[in-house]
């Protein structure tokens, strides 16, 4: 459908669930003219109902036999959550903090819950932006053929003079990452920043994140790390492949982390806190052999030995973990603002 | 000349003499010219008469919002619209009023509701040896200008397009909001509605209309909707082309159609091998239009032209991305190839479109007559009860 394309590939290993990206998003696109209640980019706690609230059960995507599949879409008031402010003043005069409203959901509702009892509870995190899919069921569903995918780079973007409203888009992705603007009656979406890819600036999301967790290039960038990490190790791989649409994000799965502890407090030997199958239903049967390479190419570090693959992980150098057609301004500097 | 044409000569009195039938069914007269009512309330239409049009749930493609595919699936009854028209020598005014159980309006606090809406369609080009526009947004060839006016906390949007079919819609700039607007009276859960179209100079003396509505509380928008088939406002002290008169009443005239019965028997042994008929949906949904209710919305010339010669009505499928070829080949970014059995129409050598669908010209007149008196008794479920 393009001739190039884009990808980013996040590493869950190293997000802390900061939100930095998150707000990178939201002050850059979305804290005005009706979308304020959106996020482009959350980071939502795995296992848990994200954002909007159990999105993985709102249907979309392909099926099997390359077919759009039926979906629902979400409501502002029990899925998405309607934003609210604090009584920040009013602490000032001895009164409770507490919001202005009664909210009963929004995003990252559940932060930190995860899954599993103690001293067995385990949770990471998941940031979300829209996968500039392939193969895009937004696209696909448009009866206005109002959303279309760049040939240059295969960023997904909904054309707003075309956009009627209909939401059949976000009925149909699968990832519920097309939100609807009620102020402007239209349908909005991340962008990837293309305005800033253009000027060869990575997406802001991935150019403000402390964890250096974002990898951006192009797929077929051989040289890139994006390439290295999806095509050549296959440790970088898509959320919920099943849902058809080819996906151009791209995780690296979490290592399972501490072992488990046993009744009285021992740790179990060779036990994971993460259970493989819960990663499995999230990226797949690919997810495996991911993780096999990520824990012997570690064995080989410890051992050691050289790996560029977790040389790679590591992103010693910010400005080397975003290829672009056009190379980031020599010298440039985020603008501060006075 | 035949009998038929023979009768058609003349006076416009004489064409209605001879299409009566059709005139009785289809044509809703305009009265005028006169100082043109503006607003659905004005006092002027309680005195003119109009004419009850059935509108139908669109059917013949498939979208892919689960919430309003269930509500389909409960199969809900058809509904009617009240047409009255006024005229002028540049102006058309249109009544409409149809039941709408509960009051929707666009509103800026929740993402999955919808408003109540009406639209109304005009083909762009009208007149003698030109056929029916597809009603579902027109087609390659003949095209259709839309007014759609949607309910709002204040009153209603007015918003004008122009349309080759499916995915065409595209927004004319500047829409003159005057003269179209509607009201909701809560006693009678009744809708009324203007909408002021343009007339061109030139109009043959009547000008086709088709009109759809959605029912916001049924997640009705897009292609959920309930639709007609084109109907006719005659406009009055204008000469009727005969010729065209006669063209666009086609299926009207006794001997025109045939026996249903004989037709169903024909369409139940080919016409499936694509298309869905009532209990009779072996195709993959989505390869060809349906034709479950196709009777509700298309003329008789309109279902001759699509049989005998398909490319003549280039209407292409609703978005070709709904469906790929799981087996690939995959391109070098991992995107599948669109299916190429779900698209209605291919390019010829010629770089023309060519309509999947192959001329069926083998059948004698008789059989195309039965097979057209059989599709349009397919007129979709019956009307709804209040």
Known sequence: MSTRQLAMVMDLNKCIGCQTCTVACKTQWTNRNGREGMYWNNVETKPGDGYPKKWEEFGGGFDAGGNLKDGVVPSRYSDYGVPWDYNAEEIMRGKEFKPQSDPTVGPNWDEDVGAGDFPNSYFFYLPRICNHCSNPSCLAACPREAIFKRSQDGIVLVDLNRCEGNRLCIAACPYKKIYFNTKLSKSEKCIFCFPRIEKGLPPACADQCVGRIRFVGYLDDVEGQVYKLVHQYKVAIPLHPEYGTQANVYYVPPMSGPRRFDKAGKPIEGSERIPTPYLEHLFGPAVHDALKTLHSELDRRRAGQHSELLDTLIAYKHSEMFRLDKPRPAGFKLPVLK | ?386
Not at chain 2, 14 to 34: I, L, Q, Y
Not at chain 2, 177 to 198: C, F, G, I, L
């Open chain 2, 1 to 386: 000349m035949t009998p038929r044409a023979l009768l058609l000569c003349g006076l416009a009195s004489t064409v209605a003499f001879a299409s009566e039938a059709f005139f009785k069914a289809e044509v809703v007269d305009a009265v005028g010219p006169m100082k043109l009512p503006t607003t659905p309330g004005d006092p002027a239409w309680k005195g003119i008469a109009g004419k009850t049009f059935r509108m139908t749930p669109q059917r013949s493609v498939r979208l892919n919002d689960k919430t309003a595919n269930e509500v389909l699936k409960s199969a809900p009854g058809s509904s009617e619209v009240l047409v009255k028209a006024a005229a002028s020598a540049s102006e058309l005014v249109l009544y409409l009023e149809w039941k709408d159980p509960a009051k929707e309006v666009v509103r800026e606090d929740e993402s999955n509701v919808f408003a109540d809406s009406i639209a109304v369609e005009l083909p762009e080009k009208i007149g003698r040896g030109m056929r029916l526009p597809a009603i579902s947004m027109g087609d390659d060839d003949m095209h259709v200008q839309v007014a759609l006016l949607r309910a709002t906390k204040a009153g209603a949007q007015l918003s004008r397009f122009t349309a080759a079919g499916f995915g065409s819609l595209t927004r004319q700039a500047p829409a003159s909001e005057a003269n179209s607007s509607m009201q909701y009276d809560e006693a009678q859960k009744t809708w009324r509605a203007v909408v002021t179209m343009p007339l061109e100079a030139g109009t043959p003396g009547m000008v086709p209309v088709a009109f759809a509505a959605w029912d916001g509380a049924r997640g009705e928008r897009a292609g959920y909707k309930r639709l007609s088939s084109w109907h006719f406002v005659r406009l009055a002290n204008q000469a009727l082309d005969p010729k065209w008169v006669e063209q666009m009443a086609f299926g009207y005239y006794p001997g025109d159609l045939g026996d249903a019965a004989a037709g169903k028997a024909l369409a139940e042994g080919v016409c499936v091998a694509c298309h869905h008929l009532p209990g009779k949906a072996f195709a993959p949904a989505g390869i060809a239009p349906s034709l479950e209710a196709i009777g509700a919305i298309a003329a008789p010339s309109y279902l001759r032209d699509s049989i005998t010669a398909p490319s003549r009505v280039i209407l292409h499928e609703l978005n070709p991305n709904q469906h790929y070829a799981t087996g690939g080949p995959a391109d070098k970014n991992g995107a599948l190839p669109n299916s190429d059995a779900f698209r209605w129409s291919a390019r010829g050598a010629d770089g023309k479109w060519v309509s999947k669908m192959p001329p069926f010209t083998q059948f004698t007149p008789a059989q195309l007559g039965d097979l057209i008196a059989f599709l349009k008794t397919l007129d979709g479920p019956p009307l709804e009860k209040p």
